[in-house]
């Protein structure tokens, strides 16, 4: 069988590859390498401007070169990488050998070719290359994404701030609220996420080995080379540095940015859950699309896909995530192999979130507020207006104002008449009956609306 998006094993190159353009070229094996050669060539011009006396500064022609490999790398450029990695039996090796390789007719860069990867171990261009990857693919796809629903739903939160809905705490009738209340309440805690999301540092080590700079102070014993590190790393890469590791940067920042993307995941499964719910209730119809079929049987199906689709992919990236959090920091003695093959699958997990807010986007997309369900379900519940009543009657004094509404009220089929019928039988003063006649489930939506106006934006 060829390969094909037919045959593909995973989804995310199959059936979704269409929706992981932007993603891929970033996490793919292809965007490893490209974040290779960029840490290599970094390295490689930082060293020519340490003042040693066998590596002169190069010229900016040069410079310009060098960085020209790492903005024009290509698809045949990777695959002559892999082509010497079937060699080596090394990837990070074959990216050494590669660059050596264009350095060919340069006489500078082929008189300096020794400092390609000069006292490096193979981890110091892998970890600052996943940290290139994962910054790039969190500033460029993941926190466009998350904006996209946050945007989405604060503007709908404004749009729906007055309008009333019924609350269900446990499933069963409860106070009223707003439509654009709840969602506030979402985007709220979505922007708290985000927040954590884009604040998470992303480390990077250049320390050798074990970390303790043991072949640089072999060649160069005078030189600063926690301050050249740092240097390259801040300055040259645009990463955080750690200067305490082992042979592997310990994966610690990645964790955390792991988790803080699964807390984001889970405060989006949990409101694609409450939208499959409001569908069902009928308080949100969605905008029909010609040719689209529902079920294969019934033909007056809409079903809530895209919210059900998002829910899966949240949660295979919610597991995926949680793999990397608990596995990566973990590492024997100074260094074992471990992390290598799971830190392949970083992209999976960023697809299966990215493809989980591309479709909860589409669902947003589709809904449209269906009022006269929203009303006609708070006009059948005029149970909840007992708490108005019994809170009403304890400011006044009234004896055992709950217990009174709690007979009245619990299991019992209630309308308008009976509870205002209660209301005039009780021993309240005269303007106070008048409020809360006046009062309907509708109306008794306490500051929802200004809460949801009031929404940070």
């Known amino acids: 069988m060829t390969h094909s998006t037919l045959s593909a094993l995973s989804p995310l190159d ?19 390498m490209q974040r290779r050669v960029q840490v ?17 500064p190069l010229a900016e ?12 790398f290509s698809e045949a450029d990777a695959q002559a990488i892999k082509d010497i990695e079937r060699i080596t039996n090394h990837d990070v090796k074959a990216v050494e050998y590669w660059m050596k390789q264009r350095f060919k007719g340069h006489a500078d860069l082929e008189a300096a070719g020794e400092f390609v990867h000069f006292a490096c171990t193979s981890e110091d261009i892998n970890n600052t290359s996943h940290a290139l990857m ?15 629903i946050i945007s989405k739903l604060h503007g709908m939160a404004q ?22 209340k709840e969602i506030a309440n979402v985007v709220a805690r979505l922007q708290t996420a985000r927040a954590r999301i884009a604040g998470v540092a992303l480390l990077a080590k250049m320390n050798g080995a074990v970390g303790n700079y043991n072949a640089h102070l072999a060649a160069y014993p005078a030189h600063d080379w926690p301050a050249f590190s740092r240097m390259v790393v801040e300055q040259r890469l645009g990463l955080a540095f750690n200067p305490y590791t082992i042979q592997i940067e310990p994966h610690d920042y990645m964790a955390e940015l792991f988790d803080a993307m699964t807390r984001c995941n889970t405060i989006l499964i949990d409101w694609c859950r409450d939208v499959w719910g409001y569908i069902s209730l009928g308080y949100f119809k969605q905008r029909l699309k010609d040719g689209e079929v529902g ?37 024997r ?5 471990t992390d290598s093959t799971v830190l392949r699958n970083m992209g999976v997990a960023f697809g299966y979130a990215v493809l989980g807010l591309d479709s909860l986007a589409k669902g947003l997309d589709k809904l449209e507020t269906n009022e006269a369900a929203l009303a006609a379900d708070l006009d059948a ?8 009543v019994q809170t009403v009657m304890r400011r006044h004094g009234l004896p055992e104002p709950y217990e009174q509404l709690k007979a009245f009220t619990r299991g019992q089929p209630m309308t308008q008449d009976l509870m205002l019928g209660f209301v005039d039988k009780l021993a309240l003063p005269e303007d106070e009956k008048a409020r809360l006649r006046a009062m309907s489930p509708a109306s008794y939506t306490g500051l929802a609306a200004q809460l949801a106006r009031g929404l940070p934006g």
Do not use: C
Request: overall charge neutral.
């Open 295 to 331: 079920s294969s049987t019934m033909p007056h199906k809409v079903n809530p896909i895209d919210f059900e689709n998002a829910e899966g992919n949240f949660g295979l990236a919610n597991a995926l995530l949680t793999h990397l959090s608990q596995k990566l920091p973990v590492s």
């Open 134 to 148: 994962l910054k790039a693919a969190r500033e460029q796809v993941l926190l466009p994404a998350v904006d996209r």
């Open 14 to 32: 199959g059936r979704y590859a269409g929706r992981m353009a932007t993603l891929r070229p970033l996490m793919s094996e292809f965007g490893l």
């Open 159 to 180: 749009a729906m701030a007055a309008l009333p809905m019924l609350s269900r705490t446990h499933g069963q009738t409860a106070s009223p609220t707003t439509v654009g």
């Open 381 to 388: 519940a005029w149970e909840v207006m007992a708490e108005a």
């Open 40 to 56: 290599e060539v970094e390295w490689f011009i930082a060293l020519s401007d340490a003042g040693f006396a066998e590596f002169k």
């Open 61 to 72: 022609a040069s410079r310009g070169y060098l960085r020209s490999l790492v903005l024009r």
């Open 333 to 337: 003695w100074q260094r074992d192999l």
